[in-house]
């Protein structure tokens, strides 16, 4: 499965920004999708999670309360809804894919996932 990230941008410090991440090449159902984050100098880090089906989520506790993952298995597309954005989220943002048949229904550890997009930069301001 390929993946393409985007709707990143420029944003204010309390904005908010929705970025997405198309599946082509397979059937989005078939993979556990999460993000993962980037800042320069810094590791990757997970950021959000959810299930196949859309019915589990899990978040690092540094973006609860602000982010909503969610997907769209019709349109192949995973979303991550960031809300309240802080300029400590400034980053590249990656979507990942995992098949859904091995490991846990939510996955944190980016080492279980098997597909990457290019990342989406967000630039949050103060």
């Known amino acids: 499965v390929q993946l393409q990230a985007s709707g990143g941008g420029l944003v204010q410090a309390g904005g908010s920004l929705r970025v997405s991440c198309a599946a082509s090449?397979?059937?989005?159902?078939?993979?556990?999708m999460g993000w993962f984050r980037q800042a320069p100098g810094k590791e990757r880090e997970f950021v959000a999670a959810?299930?196949?089906?859309?019915?589990?989520?899990v978040y690092a506790d540094s973006v609860k309360g602000r982010c909503t993952i969610s997907r769209d298995n019709a349109k192949n597309t995973v979303y991550l809804q960031m809300n309240s954005l802080k300029p400590e989220d400034t980053a590249l943002y990656y979507c990942?894919?995992?098949?859904?048949?091995?490991?846990?229904?939510?996955?944190?550890?980016?080492?279980?996932?098997?597909?990457w997009g290019q990342g989406t930069q967000v630039t949050v301001s103060s």
């Open positions: 959810i299930s196949w089906s859309g019915g589990n989520t």
């Open positions: 990942a894919a995992r098949n859904r048949w091995y490991g846990s229904l939510l996955e944190t550890d980016g080492i279980l996932y098997a597909y």
């Open positions: 090449g397979g059937t989005l159902s078939d993979y556990g």
